[in-house]
């Protein structure tokens, strides 16, 4: 184990010389220098100026010593401050202080805590790396193993509900259907945002012309809303348009996952609301379903839209979201 040493007492023995040695050499100097070659005492005068002149240099010494200690000291702590600092201002982790002393000081004793404190980083990254991996690929194995049973699951079913049984019963079984089909979107969304989070989707941002995007979606989603008897109120610009730095694919997905979001949980409203601002370069999508509240996270809102607001700061754009008892309404603009 690497001895101590305090900066305190090195400061003090660089100084020693300076402190102690001066007054003695004083001494001498006044005891066998004060007497010339005849025994007759030199002039006071004389004395005193020689006596000032030693302290000056005595003084200026000092100064130059103690200056020269206190700018190494600075040079230290400004080159272990610099290392910490690019650990704040970049996304990684420092290289380690070198410590060249066989005993460390304090400076030197921080430096290798901060070291430490490096090597404990990197660990728990890679730890964390290692689970995230994991997890990725158990959810995956999760949804696509519960495929092959819920397919199964949902054949049987649709089978039995072409059986002649009582009303109660076909009411059960087109409910059992229904569920069956939440649960395999809900697996999907699952898949979809572990995919995301471990960069399995790749991302190509772009100029995107975002009224076109949406009149694209809507066209596409139309059909759909129209066998659930939505009514959509569509307002979207002929002429006009903006762009933003987006992936095209990513903002299909999203809008996709919003119309989802109304069959599923708002169709009760049979209204959407799809509204492209392009003097304030918003896209809004609105309904009048009964808002998105922990029943709805439970149903699998939680997921769709944690896999929206991914999939949107990753574009560097953000969703607002306002939902109570007489509807959600998303506003998407830029972050």
Same mark, same amino acid.
């Given at each position: 184990m690497k %001895?101590?040493?305090s900066?305190?007492?090195?400061?003090?023995?660089?100084?020693?010389l300076?402190?102690f040695? +001066?007054p &003695?050499v004083?001494?001498?100097? #006044?005891?066998?220098m004060?007497?010339s070659?005849?025994?007759e005492q030199?002039n006071?005068?004389?004395?005193?100026?020689?006596?000032?002149?030693l302290?000056?240099?005595?003084i200026?010494?000092?100064?130059i010593?103690?200056w020269l200690?206190?700018?190494r000291?600075?040079k230290r702590l400004?080159r272990?401050q610099e290392?910490m #600092?690019?650990s *704040?201002n $970049?996304?990684?982790?420092?290289i380690?202080?070198s410590i060249q002393s066989?005993r460390? @000081?304090e400076?030197?004793?921080?430096g290798?805590?901060f070291n430490?404190?490096?090597? %404990?980083?990197?660990? #728990?990254?890679?730890?964390?790396?290692?689970?995230?991996l994991?997890?990725h690929r158990l959810i *995956?194995n999760i949804s696509h193993?519960?495929?092959? +049973?819920?397919?199964?699951l949902?054949?049987?079913?649709t089978?039995?509900?072409k059986?002649s049984?009582?009303?109660e019963g076909?009411? #059960?079984?087109?409910?059992m $259907?229904?569920t069956?089909t939440?649960?395999?979107d809900?697996m999907?969304?699952?898949?979809?945002y572990t995919?995301?989070?471990?960069?399995?989707?790749?991302?190509h941002p772009?100029?995107? @012309?975002?009224?076109?995007?949406v009149?694209a979606s809507v *066209?596409?989603?139309y059909?759909v809303f129209e066998?659930?008897?939505i %009514?959509?109120d &569509?307002?979207? +610009?002929?002429?006009?348009?903006?762009?933003?730095e987006a @992936?095209?694919?990513w =903002?299909?997905r999203v809008l996709?996952?919003?119309? %989802?979001?109304i069959?599923r949980?708002?169709?009760?409203g049979?209204?959407a609301?799809?509204?492209? @601002?392009?003097?304030?370069e918003l896209?809004?999508?609105?309904?009048?379903?009964?808002? =998105?509240?922990?029943s709805?996270?439970?149903?699998g *809102?939680g &997921?769709?839209l944690s896999?929206?607001?991914?999939?949107?700061?990753k =574009?560097?754009?953000k969703?607002?979201?306002?939902?109570?008892?007489?509807g959600?309404?998303?506003v998407?603009?830029?972050a």
């Open positions: %001895q101590t040493r900066l305190f007492r090195h400061y003090l023995k660089v100084h020693f300076f402190i040695f +001066p &003695i004083l001494l001498f100097f #006044s005891t066998f004060g007497f070659n005849n025994g030199l006071t005068l004389n004395l005193l100026y020689v006596t000032l002149l302290f000056g240099f005595i200026v010494a000092f100064v010593i103690s200690f206190f700018l000291l600075r400004t272990l290392v #600092s690019f *704040a $970049n996304n990684s982790f420092p380690p202080v066989d460390m @000081d400076i030197d004793q921080l290798s805590s430490w404190m490096i090597q %404990q980083l990197e660990e #728990s990254r890679r730890r964390e790396n290692e689970e995230e994991l997890r *995956a193993d519960l495929r092959t +049973p819920l397919t199964i949902r054949g049987h079913v089978r039995l509900i059986e049984m009582s009303l076909q009411n #059960s079984l087109i409910e $259907n229904h069956i939440r649960v395999g809900l999907d969304d699952l898949l979809s995919l995301l989070t471990s960069g399995k989707h790749p991302f772009t100029s995107t @012309d975002i009224v076109r995007i009149r *066209a596409a989603w059909p066998g659930k008897e %009514q959509l &569509i307002d979207l +610009p002929t002429e006009e348009t903006f762009y933003w @992936d095209p694919k =903002m299909k996709d996952n919003l119309f %989802q979001n069959l949980h708002a169709a009760e049979n209204y609301n799809i509204v492209v @601002d392009v003097e304030k896209i809004i999508v609105a309904d009048r379903g009964p808002g =998105m509240d922990n709805s996270y439970e149903g *809102a &997921i769709g896999t929206l607001n991914y999939m949107l700061k =574009m560097k754009l969703a607002d979201f306002i939902s109570n008892e007489n959600t309404r998303v998407i603009g830029r």
